[in-house]
């Protein structure tokens, strides 16, 4: 019997796209031009789209070998594009979406897979929210201020949630050590040095939130703030540096946000030097 008969049709080859266990939603990238990803999408699919080549002329090969209806550099070069589009709209599409078919089969079996995945869930978030009930404010990570997410991106799209709360504590860190021109002390000690009431000394500046003008609200402003550093690094930067296991990645959203709200008094705050 021919493989002939064992063809691709549409790319099915690579298996097809399965229900997802839940729909991802795109939290984390309200920004994204949907249309535009969407056709870059659709271009790939149709790049890499299998099929099986034609045999030469008074030939007749029998082989199982697939071929994508796009030259190879023109899938290489859509792929490039396609591959920032899927860590944006699934972020863990590299560990999630299978990769034994990339050798059985073709190389773009997972790449495949990963935007039939991307295309439903930019067409249909919005419909599987609807009806699922879900019409609650979200947050989006790309909202958080720079400092948050730049520091917890990588390791936050591998699934490495814990590591990623870690790092963007870190930078926090760092980027206050930076405003304040400091490096003998360091995140708790830090902040409680920086937002205290205490005038600033020549090797110890200060951050201010809210203009001092002798109220009552400037002085429970900064008493809050020095408080509130204190139990992120006590009770969200300690543990992941000390604890074990996965956090669940809900918990670790939330955690990145707490971080996110120190991080804009920080940014936005006047400091003040001797």
Known sequence: MSNREGRAGGGSACGTVAIERRFVTIRDHERVNREWAAAELSNF???TELHRPPDPPGMVIFSSHLSTRGAER???ASAQVVEQILDRVQPRWRTEVPTDRNESVNRWCQHREAAERAQAALAREEEVRRNLGDDAPRLSASH???WIWDGARALWRSGHYREAVGAAAR???AEAQNKLGRRDVSETDLFKQAFTLDDPKP????????PDDGSRTYQSVHRGVMAYAEGCYAAIRNPVAHSEGELPEDEGLEQLAALSVLARWVDQAQLRST
């Not at 090797?203 to 809210?210: G, Q």
């Open 45 to 47: 699919l149709s790049l």
């Open 74 to 76: 023109d899938v290489v």
């Open 144 to 146: 958080l201020h720079p």
């Open 171 to 173: 930078t926090l860190n």
């Open 203 to 210: 090797e110890a500046p200060r951050l201010r939130v809210v």
